[in-house]
């Protein structure tokens, strides 16, 4: 068969590949920090050898302890596909940290960095910082600091997971339309409550990109790949080597559509469930929710317990303690900035009725959590 370390070889101009043993060599690539490009050698060997034309683009991806590994592997593998599918390097990349020790992964992998933020050879076209769960940035001032330089020397900075916190810390998105995964999006505006956060998968706004994490990253990269000089057709090669068959835009929401989730096609349930969700902080009345979807607080009830087993006021109640869980176990918020966030005036409400709910107070959850709150009690 020949070619690049089991990978096949590429014939020039036409696209077809022979794959076999991809997992191995995806297993010895995340624990490596390394990836294969088209002719077998390191896709980021650009970052230890000068660049062979202006068709080939270098991207660096700053790794964070504890970073996110799928929000890395699905942004990191499309390029090393699209040179094999172009059957030329198109792409290096490396792996860059604030020193050069072993950087682990949320799964316990760890990866040898190719460089030093300091000390990066060569210029980058772009540098995407791969945040972490839950978001702490050691170094956090010295790289927010070298952040800064890159877009000063015109670098385009990309934020995948919560890479967009530490951009945001930086003034680096500043103006600009972001996004981050659900979960965190609460930490992130609370930190930074005039950022532009969106909810969508993926958002490309000038020179800045900021992907939600998880598999959101593979096609975000895809669509930066398309954008470039005869990118299309190099994207959807790549797309088809993931076996994706369908290239996400942007504007695509991150969760399941309520629709889906609800197995219903009752709108004016759906209508109700969204409502709800975008008011956990300062719940409405159920009598306002049903004038908003246009029936009656029975009408409304029925519709609930025919769909879902439960009254709105237990289904909204559920969502609102879901969230205070999700606070609780990602971010820094203590426990009574959590229950104001999920619409609890009296502290004592709110621990009942978490305890109630998943069998452990909202202080044991942080316990659990090992997480340490910025402030307040609980």
Known sequence: MGGCSGYGAVTPGRGRVSLSSQLPLLVRVIMTGKTIDANGGPLNAGFTSPRRGPREYRFGFLLVPNFSCIGFASAIEPLRLANLASGERRFTAGVIALDAAPVPASNGMTVMPDATIAAVPGELDALFVVGPNPIHFPGERDLCAMLRRFAHDG???????????????????????????????????????????????????????????????????????????????????????????????????????????????????????????????????????????????????????????????????????????????????????VARDCGFISGSHFARRYQRCFGLSPSGERRRSGLSPRTGTG
């Open 155 to 337: 670098v385009a900075l990309g934020g995948i997971c919560t890479g967009s916190y530490l951009m945001a810390r930086a003034g680096l998105l500043d103006g600009y339309h972001c996004t981050i995964h659900w979960q965190d999006s609460g930490e992130l505006l609370q930190a930074f409550p005039d950022l532009i956060v969106s909810t969508h998968l993926f958002e490309i706004d000038g020179r800045r990109y900021t992907s939600s994490g998880g598999t959101a990253s593979m096609d975000m990269m895809l669509r930066l790949i398309a954008g470039l000089p005869q990118g299309a057709e190099l994207a959807a090669a790549a797309a088809e080597l993931l076996v994706h068959d369908r290239v996400r835009e942007s504007g695509e929401r991150q969760r399941m559509p309520l629709r889906l989730r609800l197995g219903s096609d009752q709108p004016q349930l759906v209508d109700a469930a969204m409502i709800m969700e975008a008011n956990l902080e300062d719940p409405i009345s159920l009598s306002e929710l049903a004038g908003h979807v246009g029936i009656s607080e029975r009408q409304l009830e029925r519709m609930f317990r025919a769909a879902l087993d439960c009254t709105p006021s237990q289904y909204y109640m559920e969502l609102r303690l879901q969230y205070a869980r999700q606070l609780l176990r990602s971010s820094s918020l203590s426990v009574s900035e």
